[in-house]
């Protein structure tokens, strides 16, 4: 097996995770993150810990369903940790770990421009709908 050189490595780490292959597993990263409840649990969670309870009223129209699995995904993915307290009764509590809040920042401003820009969004789509009917 012929030896690689550094730049050769980089290329063939770089290839083995571009988006824009099929089969890149960032592909499956991607679609997780782009969940609108796992952007709505990663800014509730930017100031500290959060149980589930305060998660689930943070946000509104969330099941319980889907919040566990959002939660349970995105500790299975290394961006928030679960602790339980042993009292009475058990207290669980969710947090944003230091690669979480790497991310962070980064869905807390989707989440603002999609704030900010929704009017234009709604007037675009009216302009569509009344072009395409």
Known sequence: MPTMTA????????AEYDAFIALCPSRRLLDR??????TLAMVALKNGPQ????????????????????????????L??????????????YELTELGRSLQGVVELLKDWAESHMDQVLESRDRYDAVSR
Request: proline share 4%; aromatic share 4%.
């Open 51 to 78: 149980r589930y309870s305060q998660l689930s009223r943070t946000m509104a129209g969330v099941s319980q369903k889907m919040l566990t699995q959002t939660l349970r995904t995105l500790e299975r993915d290394g």
């Open 7 to 14: 730049a050769q490595r980089r290329a063939a780490d770089k």
């Open 33 to 38: 993150l782009s969940d609108k409840w796992v």
């Open 80 to 93: 928030v940790t679960r602790t339980v307290t042993p009292s009475v009764p058990v207290t669980v509590t």
